[in-house]
């Protein structure tokens, strides 16, 4: 049987703190404030749970081979430290939740590509010049001070095909880059608009706001930043397979933490007890401070809901 989370008020206790996930819903209208942006509702595309193995074991990748994953570029506390616990606050934990491109870009590019587009070269490269390349002014510019007006639709057309190049890529995946299947195409027209900012186009998209399902948020956060590095089922390694380095399952998460747990383990860090005879080590899973406390909860109500598949 399904285990299940009520939708109510759910009160978590733990770590020494407690916290209050109330059920809030986004204004009905969709419409919010700020400037520059425009906010629409959404119906979301189908959730699904995640599947197979992690994209580090498809590419045949260890984890210390590769910085794929851990563009936070911060680990937990050291075994003779204690993480630092989150105050009681309050998270939102209800049907709706509102994401703008930066939103989906801490979801489901930072991991990888860090908080400023420029990736961790060679292993993985920097957004930013792909960006620029599919800003039609940007290219028109470069060539009007040389007179090459004939070559002013040639760069139109290059732009226009880098563009869609770039989608074609978050879509389907690249040599090293995992699909971001899961988006659909205002997530990626979202995306997008704040790649350009990050770039500094002179032609940047104006930002929005979309309002999804907690579901779907959740789904972000797990697909686009969890199954990085972690299968999503199998057995949970103990032993020398820990010290050895293998990563726990999805399907195994929630087993011994509750969702307090899981939060301040994302955006803090905790040492971990590995080995036969027990010993205390640094936690080798990068600190992911920058995605919020309610988005790391939806991850846990998500892999509740969604449990993951093997296929």
Known sequence: MRRTISRGFLILLGCGISAVVSL????????????????????????????????????????RGTSLGRGSGR????????????????LPAGRSAEVTGADLYRQNCQACHAAEGTGTPPDVRSLLPTVQGSSIQMMQEKLRPEGRGADMAAARRQAIQTKHDLYARIRHGGEKMPPRAHLDDADIDMLYA????LART???????????????????????TCHICHDAVGSRPTGQALINGEIP????????????????????????????????????????????DYEIAAAYLFLNDFPPQAK
């Open 202 to 224: 002179p032609d940047a998209k104006p930002l929005t706001r979309r309002t999804i399902s907690w579901e779907r948020l959740g789904e972000n956060v797990v697909k686009g």
């Open 24 to 63: 809030i819903a986004a204004s009905p209208d969709g419409v919010l404030s700020g400037q520059g942006e425009q906010s629409t509702r959404s119906t979301d595309a189908v959730v699904t749970a995640v599947t197979g193995p992690s994209w580090l074991n498809h590419l045949g990748l260890a984890y």
């Open 194 to 197: 704040y790649l350009t900012e």
């Open 75 to 90: 680990y937990g506390p050291n075994p003779n430290e204690h993480a630092p616990l989150h105050e009681p606050l309050a």
């Open 249 to 292: 399952p999805l399907s195994t998460l929630r087993a011994d933490k509750s969702i307090v747990d899981f939060v301040n383990k994302v955006r803090s860090g905790a040492a971990t007890t590995m080995g036969d005879l027990p010993f205390h080590y640094r936690g080798r899973m990068p600190v992911f401070f920058y995605l919020k």
